[in-house]
């Protein structure tokens, strides 16, 4: 039997578990000025007079307000120079003004009103020029930008990824702190979901004791959570149906959490039982070619380059190749922060040099269809020396959490 896996009632794992958000503390005002300052720097020198910060994670990272996007306007103007004024909804005013980390007026439309008059309007009275150029939220839904357009403005508008993504891409110590304390939590909680194991339980069953395990730690529940048994596993994102476990079969548990915004994503993969001789073979091919992309990430080159270091080692292995399979079916990892997917990605294509701060996820998954499917996912991030694990990778097959190591 896979040392860890099954042996406890949900009662007993559950017990073994404690609140672990003790010393972290959320994002403070002063490196919330930080970042607007490196902003302003950049669009500074891109000859950007204004950006437009939409509702969602680039809005929350640059201003504190958590607020999900919608058919309607709330975000944030901030001009290369000068305080950031906040766009919403007049009755949500009083909202705003409660989430909100960084001061700044709030302009709000009514219902009746356009809001994309009253941003155009708001850009005037900055002090930006008619015929300046703009940054657009990368993340602002077509019909807005649409709306925006019609209205005949002269302004040129332009992606403001150019600035968002070098200050999100770089994280601080202490959204690496907060980070890897959340990564330890859900490691916790994997250990102990596979410790409830048993012949006949249910996918639905663990997925619900898992979110129960990530409040026992001190999250708010699971941010997601995928439980697959048998040949379901060689799905990297699930199936329809849920599962009940037997002898032999593979089990992948991909799971995370949140910590003051920021994310946790782990997968494990290991055997109900004993491991068939190919299940052990994948499992180690999967092991090195995870290793192999740890070992590629070096400050400077591309992010491409993790991606091939992983291809190479499973194709030297008979996998693939590219996205054939058996083999893998998808890139080998992405960042992570305040988003569970984010820029840069581990992927063919992506040129963005490696840098400090950067944080990725690293699950080059081998899919068997048919069969099963093993994804190793633990997340590094660069150092000044090179790639840190924030989490150490499985330790093998037979005793995957290293318990016995």
């Not at 070098?166 to 702190?177: G, I, M, N, V």
């Amino acid at each position: 039997m896979t040392v860890g896996v099954g042996g406890k009632t949900p009662e007993q794992a559950l017990a073994g578990l404690a609140k672990m958000t003790a010393g972290t503390t959320p994002i403070g005002l002063d490196e919330y000025q930080s970042r607007i300052a490196k902003a302003q720097r950049l669009m500074l020198e891109q000859g950007i007079a204004a950006l437009y910060l939409n509702a969602g994670s680039n809005l929350y990272y640059f201003t504190g307000v958590k607020w999900s996007p919608s058919e309607r306007m709330v975000g944030a103007v901030l001009p290369a120079s000068g305080p950031l004024a906040y766009i919403a909804p007049a009755f949500e005013e009083g909202t705003i003004r409660d989430f909100r980390e960084v001061d700044g007026v709030i302009h709000g439309w009514q219902e009746h009103e356009s809001p994309y008059r009253l941003l155009l309007d708001l850009f005037a009275e900055m002090g930006v020029a008619a015929d300046a150029v703009v940054g657009l939220c990368p993340s602002l839904a077509f019909f807005m930008f649409d709306a925006i357009r019609r209205l005949g403005s002269d302004l040129t508008f332009v992606d403001a990824s150019c600035v968002i993504n070098p200050c999100r891409y770089h994280k601080s110590a202490t959204e690496l702190a907060l980070m890897q304390r959340a990564k330890d939590m859900t490691l916790h909680v994997h250990k102990a979901a596979a410790s409830i194991l048993r012949a006949g339980i249910s996918t639905t069953e663990v997925a619900e004791f898992i979110r129960e395990a990530h409040r026992k730690v001190g999250a708010p529940g699971s941010t997601f959570c995928i439980v697959l048994f048998g040949e379901a596993s060689a799905f990297p994102h699930g199936v329809k149906h849920a599962q009940v476990l037997k002898d032999g079969d593979m089990v992948l548990i991909d799971t995370g959490c949140l910590l003051h915004g920021y994310q946790s994503d782990i997968t494990r993969s290991y055997v109900f039982g004993t491991p068939s001789d190919r299940q052990r073979a994948m499992w180690n091919l999967e092991k090195d070619a995870q290793l192999a992309a740890f070992d590629a990430a070096r400050l400077g080159e591309p992010c491409q380059v993790v991606d091939a270091a992983a291809r190479l080692s499973l194709e030297a292995a008979g996998l693939g190749p590219d996205y054939q399979l058996p083999g893998l079916p998808h890139r080998t990892g992405h960042g992570i922060g305040l988003d569970i997917h984010e820029g840069p990605y581990l992927v063919r294509g992506d040129q963005t040099p490696l840098a400090e701060g950067m944080c990725f996820s690293n699950e080059p998954m081998i899919c068997v269809p048919g069969e099963f499917g093993i994804r190793l996912e633990d997340h590094f991030y660069m150092t000044a020396t090179g790639p840190r694990w924030f989490t150490q990778p499985s330790h093998s097959i037979d005793d995957p959490f290293g318990l016995e190591a």
